[in-house]
Structures are given as structure tokens and as C-alpha cells.
């Protein structure tokens, strides 16, 4: 028996808001790693009355609430409603409350009139899944976790209604509850199937279309009819096949009469009148027009229906179908602008949809605003394939420009027509502003930024160009009007769009209507200048006939690494932190206005590049890269407009002084005196190259480098000390004339002493000069003297790759999706490893531990890609000889095609370390995001309590192996220390590689290794890590010299 639900969004009682708090704090330990979390009640109650929800449904009892379940939808529709919040009280589960809470919401969405209810989750939420499974919720396959119900529209459906007057759906529906994705199709059409089977033999079968959200199949005690296509993904311009079967299960013959049609762009005209008897086929062909147009709201499929009326009773079924052009034609904002008044090449992006070879013809024809020769070009494609093509083009004046793209595609001397292509441009003089609004977006640029608006979202992204063009920093969502807020009020249709320029710059403005309350509309201004500044200002109209109290809700996302530091004014000064450092973020905090000193916050890399939020007064405001702020509310007169306080982002170079000195120009005063100290950098340098440096045998070259920034020459003398473990054979040099055009370079060779134990050396030397003595420590790593030759083996009819270098061994198995699933030293096994088998953990599913790939648009279907392998060695930089095992895949499934990944695992003579080289190459012709990397899962720490995190980067915070979720820290030398013992040490070496670790609470601690950054056409990224196994912590920071090494040494 289900228990009874109440609505807060009707049903508010006084002490609710204190039940929520308590009720989300102490339910966060049920969550994978949670535990942590905190809230107030008023932040509950704000999100309760704040938001604009279907129903927030929950059980109670006297004490307290026991579960909660929230339901909202995009206003203006009745196609989907959505579940974003699922919570129960761990001492209640098992007891049906959130089943009870969940059934309630999707008892508020079948009243309201939805078709369908989706929900997220994790893989390994075992728990709840054959929950959901059961109220009709299926896993949309290839997601991480995508839950979709249709049983709603099923309940509503004509023929359905007969069936469950007679019999409770939820009783008769037969399921598969297993916690596994549902895989259905019909050919080549991804499908959901649902069926219901009564104890009286009563049947109902019913087949949904996950492109257009309707019914192709439906099956009862009397009859069967389906609609079916070859494919879900259809190309245009090219004929299609429509099947129809009709099996009439009842004795006499059936009357069917069928009309099929489409929406407009889909042309078929098919009638057909039929009296069926047994099985039946109907057969038809359909074009779809190249230029169709493209549907703003979902489902977004084009649709192919159809009308059947059998013996009197009407059925509908309705195809969707995923309309692409024969070949794609596009340019990246970046690529779309221009500098007037010289020829320029524009690089415009194609790729292919169909299933064969190809060859694009081309024209390419000014719109506007630019001369091009409209001369023919040709492009072969491969099958799915990807081109650039560069095309001349020149643009006589500033201002919005345009050129339309007329193609057409060849295949088998067949010419398949594609739409004329639209692509906007905009030509800016150097230094410059300059915008210009086009189909699709809005583009302004000045002061070294870019702005692009999408003109259907309303989102916003800001570009660094003075850095570069593809340096995207940062993203402003679709603005939400309230209070009640709600996603989707805004924007649901295309903005009007207008371009004005005055002193001060260019300005967009963008008007849009609000659905949830018709008659009012937000008009926004983005301007920008010569700055680093965009100013958005948010002006309400009120067209209703009563007095509104309004206010905007803006949040955002800044794209600026994982390297970079938060700073955020607090009343006892300036807060920096790096993120990553461990503890509580300072992204974590929700403050209202008055607990800002100062109105800004921003993120900075240690690059110089900063981005920052600038206001004057806000209500509310959530710092981070994931933050919102939410204005000051205004009363809006019937019938009059006000404006908003303005918010202005920053985008630039400099760091936190800089925001805070315009924050101060824009809202504060400017002090007369700069109190800020600028940096200094040490004049003189000394270097051993290669650095560091390894002694391997009985001698190492190397360069010994001396350097002086300043003009000044300086005389002196450079002396090298002898250690107790390395002899340099060059103890003092003369040095003459030192300065920035002169450098001090000579060759030098350092031997062991017979006192010398492997491990780290420190080579001093001194410069002195008749002025001052300058002080230098380079690092030497000296290994083993007769160290053993790696030796490469294979184990198990060669499922396993053992690899052994007389201080290490490891095994590699290829196909446990490329993993290494033991790594040893002194007969320690210091992988917690479940070959051969998998099995859930946390939120995984399926989980393989040890140390496994891990590759960001995979992130949990990976292990469907086949690997293979080769035995493979290296020679480093300095001689030394890696040898492992290489795995490597390239990459299948559809929506991460066009990358070749892999990862090597190496050993070398006499080096305690595994050294793991990750690559990632595009195939398939056009630049991406690479993001891979690995997850090594350490045996000591394999439950809270067990271990402590150690951050070379922030030694004061060391995370310990919490009982939920919490950050170990980012790194460049770092590790997990065991209370046993045992330790794993890591390091990351090249452009956009990361170290880290983190502490997922009851199922323990993992460290991982990623490579994250943009890949040109064709191009190979990589990097190289270092893992340590040894013991204790003072072992693990003695290994910090293996984080020096860039490469193979």
C-alpha cells in the first residue's frame, strides 16, 4: 500500500521548510559520496516557492518529511514534464515513500495531460532502477542515466483507455527490471515497447517512437498494426521506404481504410482502402524536402503520420524522423570574422551524412557585404567524413556580411540536392567594433572579445580573441524572469534581434516574450566597447493590467581549466583559492547582497587570463564557474517598462586586482594611490639541462646554463659543488659578459661517487660576481648501477601482458578495456582490481578498477569500444629504454566517432615508476575537444578512514579518504598515503594534463591522470605521467622529481 502524498506547491505549512533542511542533509549519505552537504531552511523554502514546479510531492509523518519528489516542466507545452529531484530518508527506505512520492508526481503529469515524464540517475543506482523500471521509466541507451516515460500518453490513447478501465496499468504491465539499458529497436528506429497482459488473457502492446515521441505499433487481442522506415536518420532529397502491416487477428474480415502524410517538407501522398484478412502489407515512398524547415519545440523530428480507421475505430501512428542534409555546411563563430578591406581565407566545415562515398560540388555566393569568386569547387568525402575548405573571400567595408553555400552532393551519378546554406560573417577594422545579427545568432566584437547570442536560447558566449580565436571563456545562460523562475519561460521561440552603435560601442538588444506571463516581455542590451568589459542590462515591459514585482536570474559557466584560482571579496579581505587545493570549495557559497563588501568575484589562470561577474547590487549571488546571480527585484507598472540593475562580465587579461579596479571604476571609487605590488622575477638563472637529470651507469652529460634577463653584463665566476653521491668534472667557469644576448654555456659530466644511493641528488652551484653571490639547486636522479632489462611476457593465451622490471611488475589485460589490473613492488599488490570480472560500484556500471581509460564522451560506455594492443617500446631523451604494452582503440560508437585513443603502459631499467603516456588523434578532419585520461584505484584505500590525499601543490589541506564525497586535490606531484603503509604517487606532465584524486566515501579513493584540451584537424595530443607505488610519505615526496620530467627521459 502506497502512502499518502501532500503537494507543497498547494500545501505549505508552517515548519515544512525545517523538514526539507533536515530531511536533504541527513538523506545526503544515501547519495554515492554524499554526506556532506548542508542547507538552510530558508534556502528550501526559496526553492520550493521560487521555482515554477508541477508539484513537490511528499510523506510525512508527525516528526519530520520522509521523502520528496519535484516535478516542473517547460511552460507553454504538454509534451514532457521532468523529475529533478528524488530523495528519501535512508532510515525509511525499502518502505515505499519514495515510491510513493514518485508516484504521486507522475499522478500530478498523467492529470495535468503530459505525454511522457524523464528523469536522471546513475549507473549504478541499483536500487532505484528496477524501481523506475517499474513505473514505466526505460534507460535510454548510450546515456549515463537518461530515464524516459511514456506511459502517461500510453494511459490516454483511445484503444489503450478500453484496456485499463478493465485492468490497473501498473499491475498488468510485464517489465524487465534488470538495472541494464533498453535496447529496442524496430530495424534501424530506436523504440521503447511497452506491454500489458491481464490474467484474463487481455493483451496490449504498444511501441513509442523515441524520435517522435508517438505510437508505430500497437498490438491488442484483436488486432496489430505498425508503421515502419528503414532508419531513424534520413537524408534529404533522396526517396525513402514506408512499410504498413495489418494483421486482423478477429475471424471476419476487417474494413481498413489508410492515409498517410507528413508534415510539411514530407511529401507522400498514399490512400489506400482494404479489406484485411490474416496479415497484411501496404508499401509507399516518401521525399523529404532539403528545405524543410526545422521545429523549435520537441519533439523536434519531422513527422510522418498516419490515419487508420479499421472496422469504425480511429488509430493514429506517427514516425519521426531525423532529418540531416546530405552534407552539413558550417562555420565556427571563431572562423566568421572577417578584416575588412584585404582577401582573407574563411574555412568553412563539411561533413558528410550518408553511408557512402562522396563528392561535394560547390558554389559559394555573396549574401551581403562581401566579394567571393562564385566560381564551382569540389570536395570527396568519405563515408560520415569531414572536410575543411578554404575559400578566398574579401570584405570591402566593415559590418554584417553573409554568403550562401549552394550545394550539391554526387553518389553513384546520382546528384542529391542540399539546402542553400546561409553562413554569417562580420568584417571588423583592426581595433575596431563592430556587430551585426544573422539567421541564427548575433555576433559583436571589440576590445579584443567576441560575443556570439544565440538569437533561440538567448545564451551568450564570450570570446578572448586578443589570446585566440577559439579561446572561449565564457558562457551566459538563458536568463530566468521571477520570481516563480522557470527554464524555459524564455526564449522559446526565436528573439527579435537589433544592432545599434553609439560612442560607447556596438549593442545588441534582444526582445523576447515571456510565456508564463503573456504581456510581458525582457528586452536585453549586450554591449560591448573597446574593454574587456560586456555589459548586459535586462529591461522588463509589463503589457498586463496589474502591477508586477520582478527580478532576473542570470547564471553562467566559465570555461577557464583546471588550473585555475577563485577569488572572492569577503568582509575580512580577499579570498584566493586554487581549485582543486581540497576542502570546501569557495564556489559553495550563496550569499545575499549584503554580505558582499565589494560586488565582483572571478576566476584566474595562472596564465594571465581572467574572467570575472561585476554588479552593483544584487540579491543573490552564487560565485564559481558554475554560478547565478539573481538582481534586485523592481516593481513594473501596468503599462510601463523599468530596467534592471546591470551586470557586467569580464573577460580579459589581468587577474583579481584587475576585476577589482573595475568594479571599483564602474560602482566604487578609485583610490589615489595603487596599494597593489607588481611582480618580480629573479634576474639570473641557472639550469642543468636536460632537466632533470638522470645518472644512469658511470657517467651523464649534460649542459650546465646560465642566463641574465638584463641588458648589464656581468663578470664571475660559476662553481658547481661536489655532493656526496655526484662529481662534476668541471668545477668552476669563467664567465664574461653575461647578459640577455650573452648566456653562459658549457658541457659538463657528473659521476657517482662510491657513496651514491639511487634516488635524488641535489647538484648546487654559485655565481658570484664582485657585487653579489647568487644561489641555484638543480635535481639529479641517479637509478640503480646494473639495473635488470625490463622483460615483456604474455599470461593466459595472451588476455594478460605481464611486464617486469626487477623493482615492478604489472599486468595489462587488452581486453578489460585496456586496464592494468596489478602493479607490484616487493610482492605488494598495490591495485584494488576486479578481473576478470566486473561489477557495479557507486555510480558505475559496469566498474573495472585497477588502473582503466577513461575518455570524457564515453564516460560510461567505453567498455563497448573493442581495444586492441602491441608490445611496444621507447627510447627517452636521455637513453634510457621503456618497454610495455601500447592499447588502442578508435572510436565507433556514433556520437564519439573521429577519434583514435590510446594509452601506453612502461617500465624501465632500474626507474621505480610506471610511466603512462595517453594520446588522443582526430580522424576524421575536423577540430574537437580531446579529453581522456585514466582512474587508478588504489588497494589500501579502499573504504573511508584508510588513507589521506598529500597535495604538493597545497601541503597545508590533506583530504583524508572521507566517508562521502570530497576533493583530493588537482596536482603536479601528489598522491594517497595508506595507513598501512602503501603509496601511490602521481604526476602530469604537458599541455592540458591534470593529476588528482578524490574520495568517493564508502567505496574509498581513486587517483586519476586526464589530458583535456582542443585538437586541430587531424592532429595528435598527448601526455605523460608518472606513477610511484612505494611506501610512506616521506618515500612519495623524495619521488617529486619525477614531476620535473616532460618527456620520456
Not at 517489465?175 to 529496442?184: A, F, G, N, Q, T
Not at 583592426?430 to 538567448?458: E, H, I, Q, Y
Request: charged share 25%; proline share 6%; glycine share 10%.
Amino acid at each position: 500500500m502506497l502512502h499518502k502524498t501532500r503537494n507543497l506547491v498547494d500545501d505549505w505549512r508552517e515548519g515544512d521548510a525545517r523538514k526539507l533542511a533536515t530531511l536533504e542533509m541527513e538523506a545526503d549519505v544515501g547519495w554515492p559520496g554524499g554526506g556532506g552537504w548542508q542547507t538552510t531552511p530558508e534556502e528550501q523554502e526559496r526553492s520550493i516557492r521560487e521555482s515554477n514546479l508541477l508539484g513537490a510531492l511528499v510523506t510525512e509523518n508527525e516528526e519530520r518529511i520522509i521523502s520528496l519528489c519535484l516535478i516542473r516542466a517547460t511552460p507553454g507545452q504538454k509534451a514532457q514534464a521532468f523529475i529533478p529531484h528524488l530523495n528519501c530518508h535512508p532510515d525509511f527506505h525499502g518502505k515505499k515513500h519514495g515510491k510513493s512520492a514518485l508516484w504521486g508526481a507522475m499522478e500530478r503529469a498523467y492529470e495535468a495531460g503530459y505525454q511522457r515524464v524523464d528523469l536522471y540517475t546513475w549507473p549504478g543506482n541499483l536500487q532505484a532502477v528496477p524501481l523506475y523500471k517499474k513505473m514505466g521509466f526505460m534507460w535510454r541507451p548510450d546515456s549515463s542515466v537518461h530515464m524516459e516515460n511514456f506511459t502517461p500518453a500510453a494511459r490516454r490513447h483511445p484503444l489503450a483507455a478500453a484496456f485499463f478501465a478493465r485492468h490497473d496499468w501498473y499491475e498488468t504491465q510485464v517489465r524487465e527490471l534488470s538495472p541494464e539499458e533498453d535496447v529496442m529497436t524496430r530495424g534501424r528506429v530506436k523504440v521503447y515497447e511497452y506491454l500489458w497482459r491481464a490474467p484474463d488473457g487481455d493483451l496490449l502492446r504498444l511501441v513509442f517512437d523515441r524520435q517522435s515521441w508517438g505510437i508505430i505499433e500497437l498490438e491488442n487481442n484483436e488486432l496489430t498494426v505498425s508503421c515502419s522506415l528503414p532508419d531513424e536518420k534520413l537524408v534529404a532529397g533522396v526517396p525513402h521506404a514506408v512499410r504498413w502491416r495489418i494483421v486482423n487477428k478477429k475471424p471476419q474480415p476487417a474494413r481498413v481504410f489508410l492515409t498517410a502524410s507528413g508534415d510539411p517538407g514530407v511529401r507522400i501522398d498514399k490512400r489506400e482502402a482494404m479489406d484485411a484478412t490474416d496479415a497484411s502489407e501496404i508499401e509507399s515512398t516518401f521525399i523529404i524536402d532539403p528545405g524543410i524547415e526545422e521545429k523549435t519545440r520537441e519533439p523536434k523530428a519531422a513527422l510522418l503520420r498516419t490515419d487508420l480507421v479499421i472496422d469504425g475505430v480511429g488509430i493514429e501512428l506517427a514516425a519521426g524522423m531525423d532529418v540531416r542534409q546530405a552534407v552539413d555546411v558550417s562555420v565556427e563563430a571563431p572562423r566568421s570574422i572577417l578584416a575588412p578591406g584585404k582577401p582573407q581565407d574563411a574555412t568553412l566545415t563539411l561533413r558528410s551524412n550518408l553511408d557512402e562515398a562522396c563528392t561535394v560540388r560547390l558554389r559559394v555566393m555573396p549574401a551581403g557585404g562581401v566579394e567571393v569568386n562564385a566560381g564551382e569547387r569540389q570536395v570527396a568525402l568519405d563515408p560520415k567524413g569531414g572536410a575543411e575548405l578554404v575559400v578566398p573571400i574579401t570584405a570591402p567595408r566593415a559590418g554584417q556580411a553573409a554568403i550562401d553555400v549552394e550545394t550539391v552532393a554526387l553518389m553513384d551519378s546520382k546528384e542529391i540536392p542540399v539546402k542553400t546554406k546561409r553562413l554569417d560573417l562580420l568584417a571588423v577594422e583592426p581595433g575596431g567594433v563592430s556587430g551585426g545579427v544573422g539567421a541564427k545568432s548575433a555576433l559583436l566584437c571589440g576590445g579584443g572579445l567576441m560575443v556570439s547570442a544565440d538569437l533561440r536560447s538567448g545564451e551568450i558566449f564570450i570570446f578572448h580573441t586578443l589570446r585566440a580565436l577559439r579561446s572561449r571563456r565564457l558562457k551566459l545562460q538563458t536568463p530566468r524572469l521571477g520570481p516563480p523562475f522557470s527554464g524555459g519561460d524564455l526564449f522559446q521561440e526565436k528573439a527579435e534581434a537589433r544592432i545599434e552603435r553609439d560612442a560607447f560601442g556596438v549593442e545588441l538588444h534582444l526582445r523576447t516574450p515571456s510565456v508564463i506571463r503573456p504581456g510581458v516581455w525582457l528586452e536585453r542590451s549586450v554591449l560591448v566597447g573597446q574593454g574587456p568589459l560586456v555589459r548586459v542590462l535586462d529591461t522588463v515591459i509589463n503589457g498586463t493590467s496589474l502591477p508586477l514585482d520582478l527580478s532576473v536570474s542570470q547564471s553562467w559557466w566559465m570555461q577557464m581549466g583546471r588550473t585555475a584560482s577563485l577569488a572572492v571579496p569577503g568582509k575580512q579581505g580577499v579570498s584566493l583559492q586554487a581549485f582543486g587545493s581540497g576542502g570546501r570549495d569557495l564556489d559553495n557559497l550563496r550569499l545575499s547582497d549584503e554580505a558582499w563588501p565589494e560586488g565582483w568575484f572571478c576566476v584566474e589562470k595562472a596564465n594571465g587570463c581572467t574572467a570575472g561577474i561585476l554588479w552593483d547590487r544584487a540579491e543573490r549571488v552564487s560565485p564559481g564557474p558554475w554560478g547565478s546571480l539573481q538582481t534586485r527585484s523592481v516593481r513594473v507598472e501596468p503599462g510601463a517598462s523599468r530596467s534592471l540593475d546591470p551586470v557586467n562580465a569580464f573577460v580579459g587579461d589581468g587577474n583579481w586586482e584587475t576585476v577589482r579596479a573595475w568594479w571599483r571604476t564602474l560602482f566604487g571609487s578609485v583610490p589615489e594611490v595603487e596599494t597593489s605590488a607588481l611582480p618580480t622575477r629573479r634576474p639570473i638563472e641557472c639550469r642543468i639541462e636536460p632537466r632533470p637529470l638522470i645518472v644512469a651507469g658511470d657517467h651523464a652529460e649534460a649542459t650546465l646554463r646560465l642566463d641574465h634577463v638584463g641588458r648589464h653584463q656581468l663578470d664571475g665566476e660559476l662553481n658547481l659543488e661536489e655532493s656526496a653521491g655526484l662529481r662534476p668534472d668541471v668545477r668552476t667557469v669563467k664567465v664574461t659578459g653575461l647578459c640577455q644576448s650573452k648566456p653562459a654555456v658549457r658541457k659538463v659530466a657528473f659521476c657517482p661517487t662510491p657513496r651514491v644511493r639511487p634516488g635524488v641528488e641535489d647538484i648546487r652551484a654559485r655565481f658570484e660576481t664582485d657585487e653579489a653571490v647568487y644561489r641555484f639547486t638543480e635535481k639529479a636522479l641517479v637509478l640503480p648501477a646494473a639495473a635488470q632489462e625490463v622483460s615483456v611476457s604474455r599470461q593466459e593465451k595472451s588476455r594478460v601482458i605481464a611486464v617486469d622490471n626487477g623493482i615492478l611488475s604489472m599486468k595489462v589485460a587488452p581486453s578489460f578495456i585496456g586496464s592494468v589490473i596489478s602493479l607490484r613492488r616487493d610482492g605488494t599488490e598495490y591495485l584494488n582490481c576486479p578481473y576478470p570480472d566486473v561489477a557495479p560500484l557507486a555510480w558505475m556500471n559496469p566498474w573495472h578498477g585497477g588502473i582503466s581509460p577513461e575518455y570524457d564522451r564515453l564516460e560510461d560506455t567505453l567498455y563497448k569500444e573493442r581495444f586492441r594492443y602491441r608490445v611496444t617500446e621507447r627510447k627517452g631523451r636521455q637513453g634510457l629504454v621503456w618497454r610495455g604494452v601500447r592499447v588502442h582503440c578508435r572510436i565507433a560508437q556514433e556520437h564519439a566517432r573521429g577519434q583514435s585513443i590510446a594509452w601506453e603502459y612502461l617500465l624501465a631499467p632500474g626507474a621505480d615508476v610506471l610511466a603512462i603516456r595517453v594520446t588522443c588523434r582526430d580522424v576524421l578532419g575536423i577540430g574537437a575537444d580531446g579529453d581522456l585520461g585514466f582512474g587508478v584505484w588504489p588497494a589500501f584505500a579502499a573504504s573511508p578512514g584508510t588513507a589521506t590525499f598529500y597535495n604538493a601543490n597545497e601541503a597545508s589541506v590533506s583530504t583524508r579518504a572521507a566517508p562521502h564525497w570530497t576533493s583530493g586535490g588537482n596536482w603536479d606531484w601528489g598522491g594517497i598515503v595508506g595507513k598501512t603503509g602503501e603509496a601511490l604517487f602521481l604526476s602530469a606532465a604537458g599541455e592540458g594534463a591534470r593529476a588528482g584524486g578524490i574520495a568517493l566515501g564508502e567505496v574509498g579513493c581513486f587517483l586519476n591522470g586526464n589530458l583535456e584540451r582542443w585538437m586541430k584537424p587531424r592532429e595528435r595530443i598527448e601526455a605523460l605521467f608518472f606513477l610511484l607505488p612505494t611506501t610512506g610519505l616521506e618515500e612519495g615526496k623524495a619521488g617529486a622529481v619525477w614531476s620535473e620530467f616532460e618527456e620520456l627521459p
